[in-house]
Each structure stands twice: as structure tokens, then as C-alpha cells.
């Protein structure tokens, strides 16, 4: 069999196997919240996230042609299937590692920096398209502080329009409500979280000339939806423990003005055709609504460790990735 083709395979099949993971370890959170105020079952938590992730992912390519696009220029890219398996061997490997420990960390941050790192290794730093890179970067960087802030304003607002309503049918309304919050939450996940693999399976494609645009195929779009979904079904229990109850604990007011918040952000950003870390988003989304209701009853040690490895994911990611890239380079 072919050469390219097999790498080609190869490189889909990996791909969907970073969107199954991505599906159980990101998508916890956007149910998290519902799950830890009993607003669903888990079970029904899970089966809601898996159809919403597949609606969203079907919905939208913006985000998966910027992947495609901005970080590095498929149509020149040396060693491209090398470069493209070196980054989705170092980003799966870091999102295992993350989801082993229960900790929250980003499958947006270890993809591209994975990408960036794998075609520094290949070509040098000129292989970078700094504009388009950079402009990820500030979505990511950005992104987080922008969601603490809507968090702490929207339950800010919630505090002084029900301040004189009885706590017990508040509460109780409010759980009722988020199951459609979690369900806007779980859908806008999938249309910016979904696409990163679609993006990552296009830039394949072109770098291997079995297509000629930016533009994803309906089978890319429809096979990743498919193993977000699936990995969704399967469910990160241990990152839902972490966002759902060792950052604060959440009442179903706070987990709608939470789920609303980071809902906002990341539609926002996958409007744009921006990709952003859904993990960063909903968490720092949490810390604000937490702040806002009582800063001392936000648990500050759980939310370091998690800003720890927000900041390392990236460098990490790349790091993993060019050494994958080196090793691999030498059999290929």
C-alpha cells in the first residue's frame, strides 16, 4: 500500500481517537456544574452532552480552518504527516496524563502547541505563521480573564434580582433551568472543541495532496462529531469532581450563571472562527461566579494547580511533540 496513504490513515485515525479523548475529558466540563447540583443524573448528563457535542460539531467549520490555516502553512509544510502524527501522539499522551490525575487541563493548548512544536522541530521557527499563531494565542490567553468577568458580573446581577426570593424555590427553579444552560453549554463545546480534529484531518489531507482548499469535508466533519459524541458518552469522572466540587461548591444558581457564561464566551469565539480552550473557559467562568458569591468559599489551592497547568500545557505539548517528531523522523 501506498506510502502517503497509509500515514494518511494513519494520521485520521489518531485524530479521531484525540477527539474521542477530547470527548471524555474536555466535555466534563460543560457538565459538571448540572451533575454536582443534581440538576441531571449523570448518566442523563452524559447522553444530553454526547447529542448536543454532535449537533455543535455539525454545526460550524470556522474554527477547524483556522486550525487547518493559521498555525502553519499546510501547502509548504516539510515532512508534513510526520509533523501532524508527532503532534497528535504528544497532545493525546498529555491529555491522558491530565485526565489520569483529575486535572482540568486544556486539549485546545495541547494541540496547537503540539503543531507549532513538531514543525519548529521539522523546519525551525520560520515554519510558524506568527500573525495567525499569535492571534490563537491571545484567544487563548484572553479568553479565561474574559469569562471570570461575565461569570462575576451575570451572578452578580442573579444576587440582587432574586436577593428577596425564598432560597429553597429559587434554587429549585434555577435547577430546572440548568438543564438547558448545561445543554447551550454542552452544544457550544462541541462547535469550537469538535473542530480541532477536523482542522488537524484537513491539513493531512492537503499536506498529503488529497485536497486542494481550506474548506472541510463533509465525512471530516461528520466522523469527528461521531467520536466527540462517543468519547462524551464515556464520560471524564474525575475532571467532573474537579470542576463540579474542589473549586467551589456550586448551587444551581451559580452553576446557571457559570453554565451562561462560558456558553457566551465560547459561541463568541467560535463565531470569530477562534479556537479556545473550553476547559479554561468554563473553569475561570466558575472562579468568577465563586468570587462573586463569596470569595473565601472559592477552593484558591485547586484553582492554582489548575492555572499551573494551563501554563505549562502548551510548552510541555510542544516539547513532547518535538522530541516524538525527532524520533520518528529518524525510521521515516
Not at 520560520?126 to 500573525?131: D, E, L, P
Request: aromatic residues 10%; proline residues 2%.
Amino acid at each position: 500500500m501506498d506510502y502517503i496513504l497509509v500515514t494518511t490513515i494513519l494520521i485520521v485515525i489518531a485524530s479521531l481517537l484525540f477527539d474521542f479523548i477530547n470527548g471524555f475529558h474536555d466535555t466534563a466540563n460543560a457538565i459538571a456544574t448540572s451533575v454536582s447540583t443534581k440538576a441531571l443524573k449523570p448518566r442523563q448528563a452524559i447522553f444530553l452532552a454526547a447529542i448536543m457535542n454532535f449537533l455543535g460539531a455539525m454545526t460550524f467549520t470556522g474554527v477547524a480552518q483556522t486550525i487547518t490555516k493559521d498555525i502553519v502553512d499546510p501547502f509548504t509544510l516539510n515532512n508534513g504527516s510526520v509533523v501532524i502524527i508527532s503532534a497528535l501522539f504528544a497532545a493525546i499522551l498529555w491529555n491522558l496524563i491530565t485526565w489520569y490525575f483529575g486535572i482540568p487541563s486544556s486539549s485546545s493548548h495541547a494541540i496547537i502547541g503540539a503543531v507549532a512544536g513538531a514543525a519548529i522541530a521539522a523546519s525551525g521557527f520560520t515554519a510558524i505563521k506568527y500573525s495567525g499563531f499569535l492571534k490563537i494565542l491571545q484567544a487563548l490567553i484572553f479568553s479565561p480573564i474574559i469569562a471570570f468577568t461575565v461569570g462575576y458580573i451575570i451572578y452578580s446581577i442573579f444576587k440582587v434580582i432574586f436577593k428577596e426570593n425564598n432560597l429553597a424555590k429559587t434554587n429549585k427553579r434555577f435547577r430546572l433551568i440548568q438543564v438547558v444552560t448545561a445543554a447551550i453549554q454542552a452544544y457550544t463545546h462541541g462547535t469550537n472543541d469538535a473542530q480541532k480534529a477536523m482542522g488537524i484531518i484537513t491539513m493531512a489531507l492537503i499536506t498529503n495532496h488529497y485536497h486542494t482548499t481550506t474548506d472541510i469535508p463533509l465525512w471530516v466533519q461528520i466522523s469527528c462529531a461521531a467520536a466527540m459524541g462517543l468519547g462524551t458518552s464515556i464520560g471524564g469522572w474525575k475532571i467532573i469532581k474537579t470542576v463540579g466540587g474542589k473549586i467551589m461548591k456550586i448551587k444551581p444558581v451559580n452553576g446557571v450563571s457559570a453554565d451562561l457564561s462560558s456558553a457566551l464566551i465560547i459561541f463568541g469565539a467560535t463565531y470569530i472562527h477562534l479556537p479556545v480552550s473550553t476547559t479554561h473557559v468554563i473553569s475561570s467562568s466558575i472562579l468568577g461566579v465563586g468570587s462573586a458569591h463569596r470569595i473565601r468559599g472559592v477552593k484558591w489551592d485547586t484553582a492554582q494547580r489548575m492555572v499551573i497547568t494551563w501554563v505549562i500545557t502548551m510548552p510541555v505539548s510542544a516539547t513532547l511533540a518535538a522530541i516524538i517528531f525527532f524520533i520518528l523522523n529518524s525510521f521515516f
